[in-house]
């Protein structure tokens, strides 16, 4: 604090030498203007453009504009109006006299004219003023650059401090989170065990009762097994007189009491399969039992570590919330931090420049005697170095801010790794705890084991005699479906072969009487040659006579068109009596066809001699008529 005093002192002290300066310069132009007249051209040449300073004055760029990055204003000297040097303090006589003047005539007036001495200008004093600036501004310039080099290790440590700051947070989130899934662990781990503990209690109440009654059941199937083996000697007397009776059966029955052998046996294994799935289905069903119950359990635990997942999003959401806030104050520290990093940037080029400017001001001093342009460029420098005293200022402010951050920040960290170390304590506690659980839990399912196995055992003794219950009936209702189905079997057979028996007897009939018909049709034919031999003459006979009656059938034939008509009606009747005469013979034909085909090699010739009586008889008759 004492460097940044000493440098505003001596800035406040070269402002007020400044400031006596131009007041002075301002005084001595106007006593040189009021002395010189206004007619003389001379001196007018001589004098320096006085109306040129203003112009510069007034041509000065604004402080924004000095601490711009614009490229148009390093060449600000160059583009400076160039001024003429004034000329010698005492010049010669024809430059010094005006031409119109005599010099004998006006001694007194142009003697004072002359003599007048021209507008000094300190110089040396200037450029001790600008020399001293130009340290001042070196002064300044290392200490912007020692508060750089600070506000950089600070800005560091802050950086720093701050990726601690959200580790300790993102520890410390993890910690807690840890400890309360943890004290959920242990706290599920605690119902867990009085739930089993419960259970465990229901479950020996349960099995003892079951026990009784599974020792009661046993007891009863024992009577019943008891009784069932008394009876079994009877009905072994009865099976194996059964058996005797079905030895006598004939081989059908005996084929037919091995198919119902195989059907029993099949039967029996179906039993058995079904036995043994009613079996399976029973523990099935008690494992879904347990398996409902332990998903009801896990439901519960579900619900609660779903509402505490719901606490913890909210505190999350919260967490989440003040992290956005501290993430958004860091951002903005960052850009003012950036901010203050590219103003001391352009602070540091325009002090660069200045350098530069004070260079050529120094070469432009030694060549030319412009003080008050040099005056003004002295005036931007103060008012520049005055808003780098400011700028100073701010980045002081910014730095004391970043160093309470800091602060805050380690009391922070002092407070999270407080709270770390009591998370730690809780967790080991709660770590103790749920080994002590873990062990218990054990113990409990151990013993819950164990009635497990004691009531398995109970349960398979009971199925045991189930089964052995089972058996001995269904042996029973086998062996009297054995009975019933060889019974059955024989009333079958029976009924086959008396069916057997009339069909015999119905083709030994059937045969008879085709060997009667066919006698009857041998004595037929024998009669029928007697007669077919007459046929044939008299076909002869009626072929010569049928020639003779052509010219009476032609003159008749009007009357046979007429005929026809009826005769195509009688036909159509006649075919439908022939159909339903075919049909009968159709299915007298099926009756005898077994017994026809015997005989039909033997029977071929006579079958044309009956056609072709069957054929030449109607036409005979109908000649006859005609």
């Not at 606490?311 to 104050?329: F, H, I, S, W, Y």
């Not at 196995?453 to 009936?473: F, R």
Request: glycine share 4%.
């Amino acid at each position: 604090m004492s460097d940044t005093e000493d440098r505003a002192a001596k800035a406040a002290r070269a402002r007020a030498l400044m400031k006596k300066k131009t007041q002075k310069k301002k005084v001595a132009g106007s006593t040189t203007g009021a002395a010189s007249p206004p007619g003389s051209p001379s001196l007018r040449s001589q004098s320096p453009a006085l109306a040129e300073v203003p112009a510069a004055s007034e041509d000065k760029t604004d402080l924004g504009d000095v601490f711009s990055s614009g490229g148009s204003d390093p060449d600000w000297l160059a583009s400076l109006p160039r001024v003429e040097t004034p000329p010698p303090r005492f010049p010669s006589r024809s430059s010094s006299t005006a031409p119109n003047v005599p010099r004998s005539s006006t001694p007194a007036v142009s003697s004072p004219l002359v003599a007048s001495p021209q507008p000094k200008y300190p110089v040396h004093e200037l450029r001790a003023s600008a020399e001293q600036a130009l340290a001042q501004q070196e002064s300044e310039k290392s200490a912007l650059a020692d508060a750089l080099s600070r506000y950089g290790v600070a800005r560091t440590e802050s950086l720093e401090a701050a990726k601690e700051l959200q580790q300790s947070r993102e520890e410390s989130q993890a910690l807690k989170g840890r400890v309360q899934q943890l004290e959920a662990d242990a706290k599920n781990a605690n119902d867990r065990i009085e739930q089993l503990t419960a259970k465990e209690s229901e479950l020996f109440t349960n099995s003892q009762a079951q026990s009784q009654q599974y020792e009661q059941q046993l007891a009863r199937l024992h009577n019943e097994y008891e009784a069932l083996q008394n009876r079994i000697p009877g009905l072994e007397e009865e099976a194996r007189a059964a058996q005797g009776r079905i030895a006598q059966l004939t081989a059908d029955g005996q084929q037919a009491m091995e198919s119902s052998h195989a059907q029993i046996q099949n039967q029996q294994q179906t039993i058995a399969l079904l036995v043994s799935e009613k079996a399976s289905l029973t523990a099935s069903l008690d494992h879904m039992e347990e398996l409902e119950s332990e998903m009801r359990d896990k439901e519960a635990l579900l619900q609660l570590e779903m509402e505490q997942s719901l606490q913890l999003k909210a505190a999350v959401q919260l967490l989440e919330a003040e992290m956005g806030e501290a993430a958004d104050k860091h951002q903005e520290q960052e850009r003012e931090l950036q901010l203050t990093n590219s103003s001391l940037e352009d602070v540091r080029a325009k002090a660069d420049e200045y350098q530069h400017r004070v260079q050529e001001l120094e070469e432009h001093i030694k060549s030319d005697d412009r003080a008050e342009r040099l005056e003004e460029s002295l005036k931007n420098t103060q008012e520049r170095a005055e808003e780098f005293e400011f700028q100073l200022s701010k980045l002081k402010q910014a730095h004391v801010a970043l160093k309470a951050e800091r602060e805050e920040i380690d009391q922070k960290l002092r407070s999270r790794t407080e709270t770390e170390a009591e998370l730690k304590r809780t967790h080991e506690e709660l770590e103790a705890k749920h080994a002590t659980g873990n062990i218990k839990f054990a113990k409990v399912q151990g013993e819950r084991d164990a009635l497990f196995q004691a009531h398995a055992t109970l349960q398979s003794d009971v199925t045991n005699g189930q089964a052995a219950l089972v058996e001995v009936q269904q042996k029973l209702a086998g062996a009297a479906s054995e009975l019933v189905a060889t019974a059955r079997q024989l009333q079958i057979a029976q009924s086959d072969l008396r069916a057997a028996n009339r069909r015999t007897e119905e083709a030994e009939k059937t045969q008879k009487d085709l060997q009667a018909e066919g006698s009857n049709l041998m004595r037929s034919l024998d009669e029928m040659r007697p007669k077919i031999v007459e046929l044939t003459g008299d076909k002869i006979e009626l072929g010569n006579k049928i020639d003779s009656l052509e010219h009476a059938l032609r003159s008749r034939d009007t009357t046979i068109a007429d005929l026809e008509n009826t005769i195509e009606e009688m036909s159509d009747e006649h075919g439908d009596s022939s159909k339903a005469r075919e049909d009968a013979w159709g299915q007298r034909e099926k009756e005898h066809s077994s017994s026809w085909m015997t005989l039909k090699q033997a029977c071929t010739p006579w079958k044309r001699i009956a056609r072709l009586t069957t054929k030449w008889l109607p036409i005979r008759r109908t000649r006859l008529n005609v």
